[in-house]
């Protein structure tokens, strides 16, 4: 017999690419941006890391109106994900 589904809801929700159970949460840090993309240009050559880690750094402080733009565009981007998630059967959305 298979097992209830409280239990196997772990599995089924890394399996539709949620992650972790909201509970969580409170346990996990956020990553640093800047740090994430210095890793991720170090084999770059100069000119462009710099540019990509200068782009990056724009868009974390958003002094500029178009950081602003683009952060709100990433906000928006997440809540219509979210109406998605909520209209194919996910039950929490927060």
């Known amino acids: 017999p298979s097992a209830p589904r409280s239990l196997r809801s772990g599995t089924t929700r890394r399996r539709r690419g949620l992650g972790h159970p909201h509970t969580a949460a409170k346990y996990m840090t956020k990553p ?9 240009t170090a084999a770059l050559p100069s000119t462009s890391g710099d540019m990509v880690r200068a ?3 724009e868009y974390e402080t958003r002094q500029t109106i178009e950081a602003k733009c683009a952060k709100d565009a990433d906000k928006l981007e997440m809540l219509f994900q979210a109406v998605e998630y909520r209209e194919t059967g996910v039950e929490r959305v927060t």
């Open 55 to 57: 782009a990056v750094d």
């Open 32 to 40: 640093e941006p800047r740090e994430i993309t210095a890793d991720q």
